[in-house]
């Protein structure tokens, strides 16, 4: 696998982790949802970010156990957060939000209320029992390797040896963000759903206007 390893994540990888869910939330602009939407400072952001993957809870995009490092030569080289949907009973949004609300300050929380049915336009529900690609992340360092392949395929394998059925997998990007979507095409997956805001506003809060969908049929042996 061009001399790359691959490993579950752990505590000592949370600087790499809060790096790789704020560059894939900027998703290659400076705007970070994290800041626009909770009022935050980028340094608040990623302590916030910090304290929620420390509580370790399973099942969404803010859990260690989502994440897969590759490494080359003992260098964090990439990282890939997917979870299987609903694999803990509860859905990945209620854990997020629970997570949210345990973790920000009330004003804050305050603030994202106030903004939510801004971003209502662009929500787009998972599908249980699904694997779910949530954030991607590779160091400048090792980018053109073909580093966003590798990850999927390796995290599709073993999140089989958890549900073999596994027969699907999405992953919701912004529609601007053309080298992350040419990146998953290049890995499999194609476009089933696009969905543009109405609010003019969207772009004040968010990387862009457009989301798009793209699923990946996974073949059962």
Request: net charge negative; charged share 25%; glycine share 6%.
């Amino acid at each position: 696998m061009e001399g790359f390893t691959f490993r579950h994540a752990t505590t000592d990888d949370v600087p790499f982790l809060v790096d790789t869910i704020i560059e894939a939330e900027k998703s290659g602009t400076d705007i970070l949802s994290y800041s626009t939407v909770f009022g935050l400072t980028e340094e608040e952001s990623r302590k916030y970010i910090a304290d929620m993957l420390l509580e370790e809870i399973d099942g969404c995009e803010l859990s260690i156990s989502s994440f897969l490092i590759a490494e080359k030569n003992g260098q964090v080289a990439a990282a890939i957060a997917a979870w299987i949907e609903g694999q803990e009973g509860v859905p990945s949004t209620v854990l997020k939000g629970n997570l949210l609300s345990y973790t920000l300050p009330k004003e804050n929380i305050q603030r994202a209320l106030q903004v939510n049915p801004i971003l209502q336009d662009l929500h787009i529900e998972y599908k249980s029992d699904t694997l779910q690609l949530g954030l991607v992340y590779v160091d400048a360092r090792f980018r053109g390797q073909n580093l966003v392949s590798l990850l999927i395929n390796e995290k599709v394998r073993r999140s089989r040896e958890l549900q073999p059925e596994i027969a699907e997998m999405y992953v919701q990007v912004f529609g601007d963000n053309i080298p992350a979507v040419r990146a998953y095409e290049k890995a499999g997956f194609k476009t089933i759903l696009s969905k543009k805001s109405a609010s003019k506003n969207i772009t004040d809060y968010l990387p862009s206007g457009r989301k798009i969908l793209m699923k990946k049929e996974l073949l059962i042996k």
